[in-house]
């Protein structure tokens, strides 16, 4: 048995005997609430980082951006009208009145 | 003696600087190219290829690669990494190039109204722009090759580095965003803003629409973001910024393509809304590319080269740079053929 060890088990024992008895009912509630209070407030903060960490996850930016992508080809193929594509419709309407001469 | 011959060698490089600058100035000034200015588009690239450096370096890798132009020695690593500097310029200008051509060519689209000639001619004129950028882009490649030769000279004597790329980690890093890169970034902002502000200024927009509306097509924003976001996280973490140019570039090559078939199907059909709409998404997906190329790609790769972390750009990379904007030039005159070709409605 080394002195420390002899040292420890001692500090034990006399930790045995001064909380011999139970804590008194005041002491436990208080200890019990504020475990409580511990807990619920651990588990407010869990929620949004648990949030933000699945938000920043690299499979949710993907899936995303796949999206995007094909969302952009289903427009694009849909002949959504943009004013970019009215303009040059309008343009090429003009250029095509134009009276061409033929020889 | 060595003394004597190092200020020999830098007095030759000024006099041949000062001599191009004089040549170049008179040629300007004798009006023989008056034909060939577009005022906006020469001050968009020049301060665009400004802006660009900014992004991608510092202010001290500026200065000492703008000394070890003019002549002035340092270590092989010093002017390996001046030489990219060059070839980073060379490549910007080309971009830019491609890009003011299609953000010209744009405007030139949306608020086109008066003579069909006039409108034609600024159609044409837009695509100056990419002839500036390609003359910008080959004055930047003579000190980029210059300083690449004697770097490997250097190297050589040295016998430092290996020719192997090293190894670790390629994180892209926003870490190293400093105070000049985003004052780049900023004057970038600005250039694109006051060159389309120029650009309107004074020209009639036919109907209610702002200029806002007709740049953004929506279709074109989708695939182009989507597309490229969606690869370059794909790409493994060690692929670093060289997943972002290939993202971007591939992208704007489907955008292309996409839009060539819609149109060639519009032009079977004889619908001309059809062909607007494919025109105006290959100008939209080509632009978006283009920007995404110079201003996050492009930089990034930069940081990559010169904080050690590459020896030099992917050669894929590098191919794209060079051929995704010549690419969009031609799209862009096929384009412009679209608009231009009459067309007759069925039973016309």
């Given at each position: 048995m080394t002195v420390q060890h002899k040292d420890d088990t001692n500090m034990e024992d006399l930790l045995k005997k001064a909380f011999a008895d139970d804590l008194p009912a005041e002491v436990a509630a208080g200890m019990r609430q504020r475990i409580e209070r511990f807990r619920s407030g651990k588990a407010r903060g869990e929620v949004p980082s648990a949030a933000w960490a699945w938000f920043f996850r690299r499979s949710v930016w993907v899936a995303l951006s796949i999206l995007m992508l094909f969302a952009g080809i289903l427009l694009q193929g849909a002949k959504s009208s943009s004013p970019l594509a009215d303009r040059i419709s309008a343009l090429k309407a003009e250029f095509s009145s134009v009276p061409t001469t033929r020889r | 003696?060595?003394?004597?011959?190092?200020?020999?060698?830098?007095?030759?490089?000024?006099?041949?600087?000062?001599?191009?600058?004089?040549?170049?100035?008179?040629?300007?000034?004798?009006?023989?190219?008056?034909?060939?200015?577009?005022?906006?588009g020469l001050l968009y690239l020049v301060s665009g290829s400004v802006?660009?450096?900014l992004m991608g370096f510092t202010a001290r890798e500026i200065g000492t690669a703008f000394r070890q132009a003019a002549g002035v020695v340092g270590t092989g690593?010093?002017?390996?990494?001046?030489?990219?500097?060059?070839?980073?310029?060379?490549?910007?200008?080309?971009?830019?190039g491609a890009l003011g051509s299609?953000?010209?060519?744009?405007i030139v689209l949306g608020t086109g109204s008066g003579e069909i000639a006039g409108v034609a001619v600024r159609m044409i004129q837009s695509f100056l722009v990419m002839l500036y950028g390609l003359v910008l882009a080959v004055i930047c490649?003579?000190?980029?090759?210059?300083?690449?030769?004697q770097a490997e000279r250097t190297l050589h004597r040295e016998e430092a580095r290996p020719a192997s790329e090293p190894a670790g980690p390629s994180r892209i890093g926003f870490r190293t965003l400093t105070p000049d890169r985003i004052f780049g970034y900023a004057l970038f902002a600005a250039v694109l803003v006051l060159n389309v502000v120029f650009l309107v200024g004074g020209r009639s927009q036919s109907g209610p629409l702002p200029i806002g509306k007709i740049l953004l097509h929506w279709p074109a924003i989708l695939v182009v973001g989507g597309g490229s976001v969606a690869l370059a996280l794909l790409m493994d973490a060690e692929t670093g910024a060289r997943g972002w140019t290939l993202g971007f570039a591939v992208t704007g090559l489907t955008g292309l393509l996409?839009?060539?078939?819609?149109a060639l199907f519009g032009f079977v059909h004889r619908n001309i809304a059809e062909i607007a709409a494919a025109c105006a998404f290959i100008i939209s997906a080509s632009s978006?590319?283009?920007?995404g190329l110079v201003a996050v790609a492009g930089p990034l790769e930069d940081r990559e080269v010169m904080e050690g972390?590459?020896?030099?750009?992917?050669?894929?990379?590098?191919?794209?740079?060079?051929?995704?904007?010549?690419?969009t030039f031609i799209f862009l005159i096929l384009a412009f053929i679209m608009v231009v070709t009459p067309m007759e409605k069925p039973g016309g």
């Open positions: - | 003696m060595t003394e004597i011959n190092r200020s020999f060698a830098k007095g030759r490089t000024l006099v041949r600087w000062l001599f191009a600058a004089a040549f170049i100035l008179v040629v300007l000034i004798s009006g023989f190219f008056s034909g060939l200015m577009n005022k906006a802006a660009a450096a690593e010093s002017l390996s990494k001046s030489a990219h500097f060059w070839e980073a310029a060379a490549r910007n200008a080309w971009v830019l299609a953000l010209n060519f744009t490649l003579i000190p980029a090759m210059k300083l690449s030769g996409m839009g060539l078939i819609q978006l590319s283009l920007l972390r590459r020896v030099r750009s992917g050669s894929l990379s590098r191919l794209f740079w060079a051929v995704f904007p010549l690419l």
